[in-house]
């Protein structure tokens, strides 16, 4: 107590002494605090600059439809004007981030000392005073640090930056720049992102689960915290009412609605071969930095419709041979974990037993259940007729007739409790009963790629059964043999030389001596059988090999080289009678763009992807210019095509696509042991090569896995989609091409004896067309086994 009345006794003496020392050491503090303002505010970097301020923003591809097909960015982030943020939205962020935006100069005098009283008090940083303008400084100057000398400096740059723009450019590059979570900047990337909307329309209630958003982007998402974020929405809700922006009542009609989000359409499974040829081409030609930050539009060629059902095609198609491989067991039993093979690490134990009840395939979250949808189920019981499955919350029953493929005896050997495999849906009526089959991911792949004929526009391409599991383009990285699909060349290299689709050739055993090779080369047809006298049309049709092989001895497989090479097949062609039979190493979109010179009378057109590019600013930097040079005649191109024609008209290898019903033209392809097999076709408008194989060794298809059973089937799935989207007319000959009704066994003139069936109007070049008429002697001939069959000296 003395200590206290001593204390008292001193101060009142010395008051006057201690308030000016108190008052020497504020201006002290206040002279050290100005010095560092100013000194700072020299430092600073002139702020006129942020008008050329350019955020990261995203690289986007588009269809030819215009739809969003990729997107490339370090940040998810898309430019909005000023006009087209809802004013809803401003007068949110102005409610609950900087009430007094309108009246301060770009620090809130107020809010500061409210905040600093209360971070004193606390002995540190606990509450912020930063205003909209000190916010964007922070956010395109400075880190995040909490520290006095970043807020400091904040201020100084709010200062210039209220100095040098209005407020609404101020609230439109705080709308571009501002972080929503999720890897979104900027108000139309959240707009699109939590609603699936353009920002202009978005309402009050979501311009208000924004604004609450900004204050802790992670914390405040609907996305995993919908109730947190609820309470976050009405608050924004309340304080926009306190403001004066909306009415009481407004508020009451919001906060009862609840938060209805809407997923943006995904973009990541649409083209992915596509869109990586793009991203590839862009990387290379303005570089990575530029792709990724710049916000680039690409106009691509893809066709959407025409790309979707290439995917369906392909998988359906891929599905279809596996099955024909036979059943390899389902994928796990939950119930008998596999066990790590020697080295790999152990699969850790869940925190809770998976049972039957509780098990969620990872697969549940990607896909729906719809018609056409392959999904994981688990096996819940299993007798001799059915099992029932459970997929995501369906319990679903599988027929045995769903699963013979598997060629199993009864469906409790085929599947046991807790299995795991895939099962494929096959409908779902009108009452909504879900119809299932057995399904496995197959271990084959496949490519397609469609070009349109007259500007070799790529219209769609799917470079593997999945993209996830492999990136590998086998439309444009591979090197594969092309088999019979490569037959077409070594015919229209004949007819350049004016032979005739009427010329015959002697199909039988044949042993060939090629100069530079020491054993003979013995090729074989398929099937070991052999035809005798057969024209050249026939030996195309029917894909018949030895023909193929005389045909190219006969002109020299120099001169085919130098076809392919002229049709732009540069590499992995060398000059040997097997060439006849696709002995060359070539990758499906160059096959097809060689089938496209054939459609495009002659003219070769260089396939793209890529119409224009624009930058950010909207100014065109890449425009696509056509590149065509003429490699055949339009006579010779029809020919082969007329002869095309008929592998899928005339009972040919491609005949099952006639059933489309509209002109096409097509060449199936298989190699040795089935490691191979291709379709090429093509109406007047499109053409579309698919190729199936394995990617990794010569592995085997299987017996009989030939084009026309492994391929076809893919392209004409493909291909009803495709006449539709580009109708193509006919193939239309060239002025000077004659017409001539032949005996087509024989290829010569046929008679008005001769049987409708056997008549056949062929086309020529002027000069090539047969003179002679067909005899009863020929048709003797022609019926003889090939052994007894005579032949004159027009026949090789």
């Known amino acids: 107590m003395a200590v206290n009345i001593r204390f008292g006794e001193k101060f009142k003496k010395n008051w006057k002494k201690i308030v000016i020392y108190g008052l020497f050491c504020c201006a002290a503090i206040l002279g050290v605090m100005i010095g560092y303002f100013l000194s700072s505010m020299a430092e ?51 409610a609950i981030e900087d009430e007094r935006f309108f009246e301060h100069s770009g620090i809130d005098v107020k809010g500061i000392m409210r905040a600093m009283w209360r971070n004193l008090w606390s002995g540190k940083i606990v509450q912020g005073a930063s205003t909209l303008t000190m916010q964007l400084s922070r956010n395109i100057f400075l880190s995040t640090e909490q520290t006095w000398t970043r807020k400091i400096k904040e201020a100084l740059y709010a200062i210039k930056i ?42 009050l209630e979501e311009s208000a689960l924004l604004a609450g958003i900004l204050n802790g982007p992670n914390y405040y998402t609907p996305k995993r915290h919908p109730i947190r974020a609820l309470k976050r929405r009405n608050l924004v809700l ?17 906060k009862e609605k609840p938060i209805i989000m809407k997923e943006p359409k995904s973009r990541e499974s649409l083209a992915p071969y596509f869109t990586e040829e793009i991203r590839k081409f862009l990387s290379s030609k303005y570089g990575s930095q530029k792709v990724y930050r710049d916000g680039l539009k690409v106009y691509s060629t893809l066709n959407l419709k025409m790309q979707q059902a290439a995917d369906i095609a392909m998988k359906d198609g891929l599905h279809a041979l596996d099955k024909r491989q036979g059943w390899r067991g389902p994928i796990k039993n939950i119930f008998n974990p596999p066990k790590p093979e020697e080295g790999e690490e152990p699969v850790s134990e869940p925190t809770e037993p998976v049972t039957l009840e509780n098990y ?38 599988l027929d045995f007739n769903e699963a013979r493929w598997t060629l199993g005896k009864s469906l409790d050997r085929i599947l046991k409790k807790g299995d795991v495999a895939l099962f494929h849906i096959d409908s779902i009526d009108n009452k909504g009963k879900i119809k299932i089959s057995l399904d496995q991911e197959p271990i084959v792949e496949g490519a397609l790629v469609a070009i349109e004929a007259r500007t070799g526009r790529i219209l769609a ?21 092309a088999g019979s699909a490569f037959k077409p060349i070594v015919y229209v290299t004949a007819l350049e030389t004016n032979m005739a689709l009427t010329d015959r050739v002697v199909d039988e055993p044949s042993i060939f001596m090629e100069a530079g090779m020491e054993e003979p080369y013995q090729p074989e047809n398929e099937k070991k059988n052999y035809s005798g006298i057969v024209t050249l049309r026939t030996a195309l049709e029917k894909s018949i090999n030895i023909p193929a092989v005389k045909l190219i001895d006969k002109i020299s497989p120099q001169k085919v080289v130098e076809m392919a090479d002229r049709m732009g097949l540069k590499e992995g062609i060398q000059p040997v009678l097997s060439l006849a039979l696709g002995a060359c190493a070539i990758n499906p979109l160059d096959l097809t763009s060689v089938y496209s010179i054939f459609a495009n009378g002659g003219l070769y057109v260089e396939p793209y992807s890529i119409e224009e590019i624009t930058d950010r600013d909207g100014n065109t930097i890449y425009q696509h210019t056509p590149k065509t040079r003429e490699v055949i005649s339009q006579e010779d191109a029809f020919l082969i095509t007329y002869a095309l024609e008929g592998v899928i008209q005339n009972g040919g290898t491609g005949w099952k696509a006639k059933a489309l019903g509209v002109p096409l033209a097509g060449k199936t392809g298989t190699t040795d042991d089935y490691t191979d097999a291709w379709f090429v076709g093509y109406s007047p408008s499109i053409i579309c090569g698919v190729w199936v194989g394995f990617s990794e060794g010569k592995k085997s298809l299987g017996k009989g896995e030939v084009g026309a059973r492994a391929a076809l089937p893919i392209w004409i799935d493909f291909m009803k989609v495709a006449i539709y989207e580009k109708p193509g007319g006919e193939f239309k000959p060239p002025v000077g091409i004659v017409f001539k009704l032949i005996e087509k066994r024989t290829g010569l003139l046929a008679t008005p004896d001769t049987p409708a069936e056997f008549v056949f109007q ?24 090939y052994h007894m069959q005579e032949r004159d000296l027009s026949i090789f």
């Open 461 to 481: 391409m799917v470079g593997g059964y999945d993209f996830a599991r492999s990136p590998f383009n086998r439309v444009t990285q591979s090197k594969l043999q």
């Open 762 to 785: 062929e086309a020529f070049k002027p000069g090539t067309e047969p003179t002679r008429y067909v005899t009863p002697e020929d048709l003797v001939n022609i019926e003889q086994p």
């Open 162 to 203: 209220e100095k040098y723009y209005t407020k609404e450019q101020i609230l439109e590059l705080f709308a571009n720049q501002v972080y929503f979570g999720h890897n979104r900047y900027g108000l139309a990337s959240a707009s699109d992102f939590f609603f699936s909307k353009k920002p202009q329309d978005i309402n």
């Open 360 to 397: 969620k395939d990872p697969m549940w979250e990607e896909v729906d259940i719809k018609e056409g949808a392959r999904l994981n189920g688990i096996v819940l019981s299993s007798a001799i007729k059915e099992a029932k499955v459970r997929i995501k919350d369906k319990v679903l029953t």
């Open 44 to 94: 600073l970097p002139e702020v006129s600059q942020l008008q050329y301020y350019k955020p990261n923003i995203i690289t986007s591809i588009f269809s030819e439809g215009g739809t969003t097909i990729q997107e490339y960015a370090i940040e998810k982030r898309m430019v909005v004007r000023y006009q087209e943020i809802p004013k809803h939205f401003i007068d949110a962020i102005i």
């Open 238 to 254: 309340d304080r926009m009412v306190e403001t004066g922006a909306i009415t009481r009542e407004e508020a009451v009609i919001a």
